[in-house]
């Protein structure tokens, strides 16, 4: 299991792009551009703008564009508005999601 690289703690908010390598833990507000290899957005984040990352793991709230090279979860706490590009989608029960999916292969 990799560790995690970076991490944007529950007092912070961003507004702007954000690229990190490696495994990028949110917890705050951010408003803009996220780039990384995984993205987990924990319950306390709240995310307006795009995600690209390889994962993306959704337990707080996204508004806008998500683009996972291999997967979105959508977690039991999540919600998503917005549209997403993805190999896989998981959405577990609890989890929510409004918009359009694009699967790709």
């Known amino acids: 299991m990799e560790k995690l690289q970076s991490f944007l703690g529950d007092s912070s908010k961003l507004s702007g792009d954000l690229y990190s390598s490696g495994i990028l833990r949110l917890d705050g507000i951010v ?11 924990s319950e306390t984040a709240s995310i307006e703008g795009e995600i690209a990352a390889g994962k993306i793991i959704v337990v707080g709230k996204v508004k806008g564009t998500l683009k996972a090279e ?5 977690r039991a706490k999540g919600y998503v508005n917005g549209n997403i590009v993805t190999k ?3 959405m577990l029960s609890g989890g929510k999601f409004n918009g359009r999916i694009e699967m790709t292969r």
Not at 31 to 41: D, M, P, S
Not at 70 to 74: G, P, Q, R, T
């Open 31 to 41: 408003v803009g551009t996220i780039r990384a290899e995984e993205v987990i957005l």
């Open 70 to 74: 291999d997967v979105v979860e959508i």
């Open 88 to 90: 896989r989608l998981v």
